[in-house]
């Protein structure tokens, strides 16, 4: 695959990052409760692999933050885009380096890596937890 091929990958990843979430949605039967945990869902995040000069599977994960103080939920929404940047340079990076996620203790150190990132973006409440909704992996 040329560079403009990968750039082109790249860019329908970040189209689909846009996308609207397929996992549950928690919001519709949990509403945002001062000192009570809550999920805060991501849109699905797209990456291709590439194994020397072409893109030799796509993974797809959908995320969900679990937040401390559900007080905190409008202030993490408007922190959404950060969050969402920093999560797909996250997989992506990840996913580059293993040659996609692997066995289940690929997804483990995939869960910590976002939880560092979104702990680092939210500084202004806890992360109790990243959660993987989704996890799809296909060669292509």
């Given at each position: 695959m040329r560079i403009s091929e990968v750039k082109r990958a790249l860019?329908?990843?970040i189209v689909l990052l846009a996308a609207p979430a397929f996992a549950a949605d928690r919001s519709a039967?949990?509403?945002a409760v001062p000192g009570k945990p809550f999920f805060f869902q991501l849109a699905p995040i797209f990456v291709?692999?590439?194994d020397k000069d072409?893109?030799?599977?796509?993974?797809?994960i959908?995320?969900?933050?679990?937040?401390a103080d559900g007080a905190q939920a409008t202030k993490v929404e408007t922190h959404r885009q950060q969050l969402d940047d920093a999560f797909l340079r996250d997989i992506y990076v990840f996913v580059q380096q293993r040659g996609g996620v692997g066995p289940p203790?690929?997804?483990?150190?995939l869960k910590a890596r976002l939880r560092q990132s979104a702990q680092r973006i939210l500084d202004f409440v806890p992360v109790t937890e990243v959660e993987?909704?989704?996890f799809f992996e296909k060669n292509k």
């Open positions: 860019a329908v990843a039967v949990t509403v291709p692999v590439i072409k893109v030799t599977r796509q993974v797809s959908a995320v969900a933050i679990e937040i203790s690929g997804q483990t150190a993987i909704e989704e």
